[in-house]
Each structure stands twice: as structure tokens, then as C-alpha cells.
Nanobody, 129 residues
Framework: QVQLVESGGGSVQAGGSLRLSCVVS????????????ISWFRQAPGKEREAVAG????????VYGDSVKGRFTISQDNAKNTVYLQMNSLKPEDTAMYYC??????????????????WGQGTQVTVSS
């Protein structure tokens, strides 16, 4: 059974940095025969869930949402079964609950939240101006 546990959220001033972690159990990172996508999403009150960044566990190929390109970096540590989201140059509009989620290959957009089968509980990020 796949489980994801996020951590690393907190409060920071605009321009600051945070690193989120998503510890994954029940999957083997770097397995070329079992491709999985792990992505970070975020949701602010009253807004739709937004895809932030994604990574493939077999080859570490990455994708990013337009609003975070150049500021956020997603990476994985195969030995620790952990996916990280390094967030730099944070803005107040980055304030949201951040979730990691995983799915198998679907052929659909990586940003389609409904295609992800397992989600973590979320970690709150608050950026003040």
C-alpha cells in the first residue's frame, strides 16, 4: 500500500525559502519497470487545486507549473524514498496547503489532480509580505 507523508511547511517572509519533503512508502524509486509520477499540488482557500511540480520515479524527469518555473525545484532521493520541493523567492501568492500525490502512467496531463490515486495529508505554507 502506497503512503505519502509531507513535512517542511511553515511561515516565511516574501523572498524567503522553504524545502518540503514527501516521504513515500510502498514504492521503489529508480525502478525502470515500474514508472510512477509523484507531484506536488497546492490549494489556497477558495481556489482550485493547482499542479506545482512533478517527477518520474524511474528517471527523475521533471515538470513544473508556469507560476513556479525558475523558483521551485523538485528532486528525489532514491535511497530515502523522498521527494523534495525546494521553494525559493517565495511570494504571498504561494500561500497554500501543499500536497504530494502519486499515480501510475495514464497518458493524461500531469496536472490533472483527478488522475492521482494516493495523496498525503498536506503541509501548510504561509508567505507574508
Amino acid at each position: 500500500q502506497v503512503q505519502l507523508v509531507e513535512s517542511g511547511g511553515g511561515s516565511v517572509q516574501a523572498g524567503g525559502s522553504l524545502r518540503l519533503s514527501c516521504v513515500v512508502s510502498g514504492l521503489i524509486f529508480g525502478d525502470m519497470y515500474n514508472k510512477r509520477r509523484i507531484s506536488w499540488f497546492r490549494q489556497a482557500p477558495g481556489k482550485e487545486r493547482e499542479a506545482v511540480a512533478g517527477i518520474d520515479t524511474d528517471d527523475a524527469d521533471t515538470v513544473y507549473g508556469d507560476s513556479v518555473k525558475g523558483r521551485f525545484t523538485i528532486s528525489q532521493d532514491n535511497a530515502k524514498n523522498t521527494v523534495y520541493l525546494q521553494m525559493n523567492s517565495l511570494k504571498p501568492e504561494d500561500t497554500a496547503m501543499y500536497y504530494c500525490a502519486t499515480r501510475g502512467p495514464t497518458g493524461r496531463s500531469w496536472a490533472a489532480a483527478a488522475t492521482y490515486t494516493t495523496w498525503g495529508q498536506g503541509t501548510q505554507v504561509t508567505v507574508s509580505s
